[in-house]
């Protein structure tokens, strides 16, 4: 199996070092190929996503991504800067099923800011659609109006299939599941949801057992803090699926611990942390790298269907948790602290 792997910006290359170390320690016949991503890439090649990247993530099964941008880019033109080396690798892949897991594991339930009796037992997965929406819609642009102002456009539009695909993932993980699909819209103002909702009610004709409900961007915000486990599966369009899996994170105690995958219609995909670059603590061997293995575990689990070393990689970061070892940014009291790298090396000592 052949996995590119794109460490790119900011604490990218620190923790994704540490899913290929808990990777090889697995001891499959895996070849790991690396490429540069986003500023990487920009310096490398100037250009966010480079050719030669792309086609490595094109010949290969997987593709492992640690996460782009810094600020130093910030001034560079829209096409050049590294968020758009990460659009146009999930759009040229067709990598349009994003799964962010919100799980929370018991150990965490002081690190989150929410009281523990609200997020013990969490096991939510949010699934966002990613090739689609007002991300990728057109018209877009800022242009200059005849009286002189400037205007800004960006165009929300989904269409049939691109919905319907969406929703059948949604509807084929929540039968291996609780079987209870959440769909959030904002369908009493923006018709592209109204047609959202219409075609996830058609779609839920074939999935009799699944119990489908709705809710309004809005309300499934502020549900998501008062009451998380009420949901099981929550599908979403891109947009307000960028949104609430930030906010589901925090459920779990922390943004470094919520991986995630990005499947197109064969399962193949790519694998990375749900959170970003973090430029701020880039270098300084403090970073969580839990997310990031998280996500080769995922990779295990969706694209090489090896459900055993999945859970294998699953159970190690649970018993490093349990031993007590917490990177700065889920530190309890009385908790043995350690940096990136030896977080890394604690969960392929807790991997026998
Ligand atoms: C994410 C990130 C990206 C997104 C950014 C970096 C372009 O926030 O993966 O959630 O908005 O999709
Ligand atoms: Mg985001």
């Known amino acids: 199996m052949k996995i590119a792997v794109l460490p790119g910006d900011g604490i990218g290359p620190e923790i994704v070092a540490q899913a290929v170390k808990v990777l090889n ?12 991503i986003g500023g990487a890439g920009y310096e490398a090649a100037g250009d966010p996503l480079p050719d030669a990247t792309l086609q490595l993530a094109k010949d290969s099964d997987a593709v492992l991504l640690g996460a782009v941008g810094d600020w130093k880019y910030d001034k560079l033109e829209r096409h050049l800067r ?32 929410l009281k523990p009796e609200v997020v013990s037992g969490l096991d939510l997965m949010i ?3 990613l090739t689609g929406d007002i991300y990728f819609g057109q018209p877009r642009g800022i242009s200059t109006l005849e009286n002189g ?13 691109e919905i319907k695909r969406i929703g059948r993932v ?63 599966v929550m599908v979403t369009g891109n947009i307000f699926g960028d949104i609430l899996s930030d906010e589901a994170s925090m459920l779990t105690g922390s943004i470094g611990m ?29 970073a969580n790298p839990l997310a990031t293995i998280l996500s080769a ?22 018993k490093a948790l349990a031993q007590g070892y917490r990177t700065a940014d889920i530190a309890t009291e009385g908790c043995h602290l350690l940096g990136c790298n030896a977080m890394g090396d604690a969960v392929v000592a807790a991997l026998n």
């Open 297 to 318: 575990a995922m990779m295990l689990r969706y694209t090489f269907n090896d459900e055993a070393n999945a859970v294998k990689v699953e159970n190690a970061c649970k």
């Open 170 to 232: 949604a509807f084929d993980i929540a039968m291996k599941r609780n079987k209870k699909v959440c769909s959030v819209d904002k369908a009493n103002v923006l018709e592209t949801t109204e047609l959202w909702r219409q075609v996830m009610i058609e779609l839920s004709a074939e999935y009799p057992e699944v119990e489908l409900s709705h809710m309004y961007v809005d309300n499934a915000a502020m549900q998501l803090i008062r009451a998380p486990k009420q949901f099981d």
């Open 149 to 161: 102002e400037r205007e800004g456009i960006n165009t929300m539009r989904y269409n049939e299939s």
């Open 25 to 36: 320690a697995l001891n499959l016949n895996l070849t790991m190929t690396e490429a540069p």
């Open 82 to 113: 590294p968020e758009r080396g990460l659009l146009r690798i999930r759009k040229e892949l067709n990598l349009f099923a994003n799964l962010r897991p919100a799980l929370l594991y018991p150990e965490l339930a002081g690190a989150s800011t």
């Open 258 to 286: 919520l991986p995630s995958a990005s499947l197109d219609a064969n399962n193949k995909g790519m694998y990375e942390p749900s959170h970003g670059s973090a430029p701020d603590i880039a270098g300084k061997d403090i």
């Open 127 to 129: 699934i966002r659609e």
